[in-house]
């Protein structure tokens, strides 16, 4: 059984509580992981670790010594590519194909992106002029924030962990990592990557447990904590920045999303059924940018239908190393639990099942994990729950529109504001529609492609800031002002 403990000043450490809970493996339930439980001494030794690092070896570091440090992580990464993926498959029990191709190699790609923006970023300057003639230059400088609190969530967990850490380090902080109980493989991975290249001691710290009454709350209401980066649910994004105003302490928040997928009747039909099919079932669904709202013109309604349920028969559930299998479980029972229940409500209200709407028959190796059918609605009200409520499962309501303004209209109707995917090869209409869609990333005839120097953030309740390249300088640093006269 595999022993993960929190990493804090370089070393592995159990709490001193003796407090551990289990990792299970979401394919079949077994208990493939004993994590030990940080409680407050450790959460308070962990970012006391962080403070001495930033005020000591780390803050002395040039910039040009954190970047090649950051470049070593990235290699180091990428020569355990295997353990990464292992660890991320074990935890999560997705298809390999999803970590090889996507969320590792973005994961060892967040190192040098960061060190590759901090190396060029330019800083401003202004001319003054002054009563006496002689003027005044003003010039900024970026300063590190300090120590930063890093909160993730499990359904992409090395890629969400290090698009943070990245930057971070990258600015000159020192962080205190909190990831999700749900995953803390990679995390624990990292830790000795971190001791492999040689980053100094307490730079990257890690505490695993809960949220509420644990670890993650420990770590947000600590009042040596300078910055709290968050992605995960809008109510718990709620809760720690309430943590977050003892202290006027910032936040950046990657959140929540009720994100609509369009399709015109003009589109590259193949192309859209494609995209929509992995927009909604990436991941089984657990993608915060994923589609659970699809609206279709009517004329290609019905065809639409069919060809995304055709997709959805095909697919093959089993482990992630199973090379004829292309769909996994979800993370864990209690969000088995949650996604049926969506699926129980959406049929209470109306809807039409396409296809899916239950539980698998599973081998009986397989069968105690927590699997759910990819699922398809139609039919339901634009106030039903399923409408408004995000699911985080592998489901679609798909509905027709009629005209432009309409399906601009629905598409907006949403708490939300995190990404929407448009199909058309009209590109005027494009990006009209674009430039009308209240959310952060619009992709046209595409999904998911994201250059990692691009902006990426939610609108509404979807997040608050932005990160990605030059724009998580914005929350990683602080600009400074200064001015000489001359
Ligand atoms: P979650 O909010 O339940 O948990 C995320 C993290 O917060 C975990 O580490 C958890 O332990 C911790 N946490 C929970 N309560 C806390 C508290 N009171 N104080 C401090 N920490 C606390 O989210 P999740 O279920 O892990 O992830 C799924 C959610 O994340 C979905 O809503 C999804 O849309 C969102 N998400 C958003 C993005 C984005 O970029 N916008 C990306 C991925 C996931
Ligand atoms: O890599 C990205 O650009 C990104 N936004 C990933 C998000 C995954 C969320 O589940």
């Given at each position: ?5 929190n990493?804090i ?15 299970r ?16 001494t ?11 690092a ?7 570091y ?14 180091e ?8 993926v292992?660890?991320?498959m074990?935890?999560?029990?997705q ?24 190396k ?8 003054t ?64 990557v ?9 730079v990257?710290n ?9 670890t ?14 968050f ?13 977050a ?67 959805v028969e095909?697919?093959?559930f ?7 299998a292309?769909?996994?479980?979800l993370?864990?029972?209690?969000h ?9 409500k959406?049929v ?5 099942v ?34 408004k ?11 027709p ?24 090869t ?16 619009t992709?046209?005839?595409s999904?998911f492609l994201r250059d ?5 953030g ?15 300088l ?6 400074r ?6």
């Amino acid at each position: 059984m595999q022993q993960i403990k929190n990493f804090i000043n370089g070393e592995f450490v159990n709490a001193e509580s003796g407090k551990s809970f289990d990792k299970r493996s979401p394919t079949d339930n077994r208990v493939i992981a004993q994590v030990s439980e940080a409680g407050r001494t450790e959460v308070d030794q962990a970012v006391a670790a962080a403070r001495a690092a930033y005020n000591g070896e780390w803050g002395s570091y040039s910039m040009e010594k954190r970047v090649e440090l950051l470049y070593a992580v990235a290699d180091e990464i990428t020569r355990r590519f295997d353990d990464f993926v292992a660890a991320e498959m074990a935890d999560t029990g997705q298809p390999k194909a999803v970590m090889t191709h996507a969320f590792v190699p973005r994961g060892a790609a967040n190192f040098k992106v960061f060190a590759d923006v901090i190396k060029n970023v330019p800083n401003e300057s202004f001319q003054t002029t002054t009563p006496d003639g002689k003027g005044a230059l003003n010039y900024s400088t970026r300063v590190p924030k300090g120590v930063v609190g890093v909160i993730s969530p499990w359904n992409a967990p090395f890629l969400l962990m290090t698009w943070k850490v990245g930057p971070a380090l990258a600015c000159g902080n020192t962080v205190v990592v909190k990831p999700s109980e749900e995953t803390p493989m990679t995390t624990a991975l990292l830790g000795e990557v971190m001791n492999a290249v040689g980053i100094p001691k307490g730079v990257f710290n890690v505490v695993h447990g809960f949220g509420p009454d644990s670890t993650g709350e420990f770590l947000t209401h600590h009042p040596d904590v300078d910055a709290i980066t968050f992605t995960g649910e809008t109510r718990t994004g709620t809760a720690i920045m309430k943590a977050a105003a003892e202290g006027m302490r910032d936040v950046s928040f990657e959140l929540g999303g009720k994100n609509a997928g369009i399709v015109f009747a003009d589109s590259n039909f193949d192309e859209a059924v494609e995209g929509i099919y992995r927009s909604s079932f990436l991941n089984s669904g657990q993608v915060c940018l994923g589609t659970e709202r699809v609206y279709v013109e009517r004329p290609i309604f019905d065809k639409f239908v069919a060809a995304l349920k055709s997709k959805v028969e095909k697919v093959k559930f089993g482990r992630p190393d199973d090379a004829a299998a292309n769909y996994g479980p979800l993370i864990s029972h209690e969000h088995q639990g949650k996604v049926l229940s969506y699926y129980k409500k959406a049929v209470e209200e109306g809807a039409t099942v396409v296809i899916g709407g239950g539980v698998p028959d599973m081998p009986a190796d397989l069968a105690d994990g927590a699997w759910v059918e990819p699922t398809i609605w139609t039919g339901l009200a634009e106030d039903a729950t399923v409408m408004k409520e995000e699911v985080f499962g592998p489901c679609c309501h798909i509905a027709p529109f009629d005209d432009e303004q309409e399906v601009i209209r629905l598409a907006n109707d949403t708490a939300y504001g995190l990404s929407t995917t448009v199909w058309t090869t009209d590109l005027t209409c494009a990006h009209r529609v674009a430039s009308k869609i209240e959310v952060g990333i619009t992709w046209i005839n595409s999904w998911f492609l994201r250059d990692l120097r691009t902006a990426f953030g939610g609108s509404k309740q979807s997040g608050i800031g932005r990160e990605g390249g030059v724009h998580s300088l914005e929350f990683y640093t602080e600009t400074r002002n200064i001015c000489i006269k001359l």
